[in-house]
């Protein structure tokens, strides 16, 4: 079992800037791919970004490249995720999740495959 809790989701104008963390216990943290996901009113729940065990990994949702960076901290058992210029289609709820995946570089945009999730933090962009 692993469980997370994230936190640093609050109100921020346009252009601004938020850090979300994500904070991991239970088993091994080292171990998963971990990922962001968010989703709006009316919305599904769609990827943002996912970062390999090592770290040495991630990827990036188009709609945020160049303007969100996912990393993680494994001594800490922490994913971090950075959200820079952000604009008022960002506003949703931010959930991380964790995916058990066979080696230490691969990177999921799957939310089909991550099997635990946080409750989500809520990040509203005014404009």
């Known amino acids: 079992q692993v469980q997370l809790v994230e936190s640093g989701g609050g109100l921020v104008q346009a252009g601004g800037s938020l850090r979300l963390a994500c904070a991991a216990s239970?088993?091994?943290?080292?171990?998963?791919?971990m990922g962001w996901f968010r989703q709006a009113p009316g919305k599904e729940r769609e990827f943002v970004a996912s970062i390999s065990q090592n770290g040495y990994r991630s990827t990036h949702a188009d709609s945020v490249k160049g303007r969100f960076i996912i990393s993680r901290d494994n001594t800490k058992k922490t994913v971090y995720l950075q959200m820079n210029s952000l604009k008022p289609e960002d506003t949703a709820v931010y959930y991380c999740a964790a995916a058990e995946t066979p080696s230490s570089l691969v990177v999921v945009s799957s939310r089909l495959l991550y099997t635990y999730w946080g409750q989500g933090t809520q990040v509203t962009v005014s404009s």
């Open positions: 239970g088993r091994t943290f080292s171990s998963y791919a």
